[in-house]
């Protein structure tokens, strides 16, 4: 499914909540990877922001579009992806050869709101961008810019039973009738895509469930992604333009029932 929406006017006032299901964003981008990052580099790197982020692991590296593992063209071995993260684990930086992304994970604190995000986004593209160049490793060049807000809805906060989701979800209808001979499905995944304004990007809305691993409690994970890039390479533009989406997005496809629980205020 694909749709886009003409009217930016709509994005002149744009809400907030109070107590939003967030559980997690991601902000960050790809590059052009360079041919001469080596291992030794990642502790150099590290050191930038080991003051802040002092806890260091490994990661599986992320994939191309195509599924595609970047490898060192000498050895034929996968690039590692790294992990810098914080003491109280609710922040951390991505690394590896062809992107990077600063993390917001919800621990104990509330989420600090988007400014927090986009702020640390900035500092860590400002220091990945110091070290290429004091490593004579070569210009940062942009291939695709993200922004991800996942977010986790469980069960007993508006909704029981998968039969519930309409009290959720303004677009999601399932008419049970004498005539219909299927019941209401017990398993719901569901994505859709539309694109961005001014042929920047698109945004990809999923809805899936879970159990949540602390307690095993069933959850919703509704999450909101945006992609793209800016062609005037304006990052902080396309960034907000995101976030723009991805708020009003939300507020569309739930319903005035759910904001009232997640406490929906004026403009951010």
Known sequence: MTGKIKNTSLFNKLPGYRNPPVNEVVCGMRFRPTDRLRIPHIGLLWDKFRADYPILQHAPPISSAKGEILVDKTTGLPLPRVWFINSSDDQLIQFQNDRFYFNWRKKEREYPRYDHVIRNFETVLAAIKDFLKECELGELEPVEYELSYINHIPKGIGWTTIDDLPEIFSHFIWNKTKARCLPNPE?????????????????????????????????????????????????????????QWIVRGFTDLTTQKMHKIWEIEGNV
Do not use: C, Y
Not at 198 to 220: C, M, N, W, Y
């Open 187 to 243: 398993n719901v995944n569901w994505t859709s895509k539309f694109s961005l304004s001014e042929k920047k990007g698109h945004l990809t809305v999923s809805l899936k469930q879970a159990i949540r691993k602390q307690d095993e409690l069933p959850i919703l994970i509704l999450e909101l992604k945006a992609n793209g890039i800016d062609r005037e390479n304006n990052i902080r533009n396309w960034f907000d333009l995101a976030h």
